[in-house]
């Protein structure tokens, strides 16, 4: 499965970016789309995700009411309407695909089998 993340830039706090992720390859293998974020100096953290099947989500508390996982099945594409900016979303994003859809590990990052390349989010105050 590969994986090409884009939508990135450079928003004021309180403005609105919408995160793609475009799945290609052996997509029927993978059962899960996640976010991830890391910010310079930090460690990468899970943002969100959701399943392919029933379109299950998942988020991060930091996120929770602000961000807004989707996706297209029939475009094999995952997004991330990402609302009420703050400075500290200011991270690369990553999108990421796992093949087993286990719900107490959602969030861990180790349990994702494809990785996309990042795209910079940057937010000013």
């Known amino acids: 499965v590969q994986l090409q993340a884009c939508g990135g830039g450079l928003v004021q706090a309180g403005g609105s970016l919408r995160l793609s992720c475009a799945a290609s390859?052996?997509?029927?293998?993978?059962?899960?789309m996640g976010w991830f974020r890391q910010a310079p100096g930090k460690e990468r953290e899970f943002v969100a995700a959701?399943?392919?099947?029933?379109?299950?989500?998942y988020y991060a508390d930091s996120v929770k009411g602000r961000f807004t996982i989707s996706r297209d099945n029939a475009k094999n594409m995952v997004y991330l309407q990402m609302n009420s900016l703050k400075p500290e979303d200011t991270a690369v994003y990553y999108c990421?695909?796992?093949?087993?859809?286990?719900?107490?590990?959602?969030?861990?990052?180790?349990?994702?089998?494809?990785w996309g390349q990042g795209t910079h989010v940057t937010v000013s105050s």
């Open positions: 990421a695909a796992r093949r087993t859809m286990h719900t107490a590990t959602m969030t861990l990052g180790s349990q994702y089998d494809y």
């Open positions: 959701i399943s392919w099947s029933r379109g299950s989500t």
């Open positions: 390859g052996r997509t029927f293998s993978s059962s899960v």
